[in-house]
C-alpha cells in the first residue's frame, strides 16, 4: 500500500454534523486493522479539528493520508486564521462565542488535544486568508 486518501467535506452551517468524518474514519482504520490505540489518537485528533473548523472557520476540508508507517491528517479552512498560535495552543484559551460555549464546545482543548494525541502537528495560518493544519500519528 503506497497511500490511501480518505476526503471530507466539512459543512460549516451544520453544527449537528460536525464529527461525522471523524467517525466514518474510526470505522475505515478498523476495517484497515489499526490497533484501536491508532485508531483512538487519529479519530479524536481528527474530531476537534472538525469542531474548531465548524466554530472559528465555517468548515473545510479533511484530507486524512493512510501509509503503511503513518497516518496524516491535513485539515485546511479558509476562515479568519490563528493571530496567536501559541496563545491558541494553551489549554482553556478559547475565542468560541458564549452560544457554542452554552453548547458545551469551546473549552479551549480542541489545539492542545490535537497536539496531545498525535506524534507532530504543525499549523499555518494567515489572518483573514485561513489555517491548515498538519498532523500525523505514527503507526
Known amino acids: 500500500m503506497d497511500k490511501v486518501n480518505f476526503h471530507f467535506e466539512i459543512d460549516g452551517e451544520n453544527f449537528t454534523s460536525a464529527g461525522e468524518?471523524?467517525?466514518?474514519?474510526?470505522?475505515?482504520?478498523?476495517?484497515?486493522?489499526?490497533?484501536?490505540?491508532?485508531?483512538?489518537?487519529?479519530?479524536?485528533?481528527?474530531?476537534?479539528?472538525?469542531?474548531?473548523?465548524?466554530?472559528?472557520?465555517?468548515?473545510?476540508?479533511a484530507?486524512?493520508?493512510?501509509?503503511?508507517?503513518?497516518?496524516?491528517?491535513?485539515?485546511?479552512?479558509?476562515?479568519?486564521?490563528?493571530?496567536?498560535?501559541d496563545l491558541a495552543m494553551q489549554e482553556g484559551y478559547s475565542t468560541a462565542p458564549d452560544n457554542i460555549r452554552s453548547l458545551?464546545?469551546?473549552?479551549?482543548?480542541g489545539l492542545p488535544?490535537?497536539?496531545?494525541?498525535?506524534d507532530d502537528m504543525k499549523i499555518e495560518s494567515e489572518v483573514g486568508k485561513g489555517t491548515?493544519?498538519?498532523m500525523t500519528v505514527n503507526v
Open 21 to 61: 468524518a471523524s467517525v466514518r474514519i474510526k470505522k475505515m482504520l478498523r476495517e484497515m486493522g489499526f490497533t484501536p490505540e491508532i485508531i483512538r489518537r487519529v479519530s479524536v485528533a481528527m474530531y476537534e479539528g472538525e469542531i474548531n473548523m465548524v466554530i472559528h472557520a465555517n468548515g473545510g476540508e
Open 63 to 85: 484530507d486524512v493520508n493512510v501509509f503503511c508507517d503513518r497516518i496524516e491528517i491535513i485539515l485546511a479552512d479558509r476562515g479568519p486564521g490563528i493571530p496567536n498560535i
Open 104 to 109: 458545551g464546545f469551546g473549552a479551549g482543548m
Open 113 to 118: 488535544n490535537m497536539k496531545r494525541y498525535t
Open 132 to 134: 491548515t493544519i498538519v
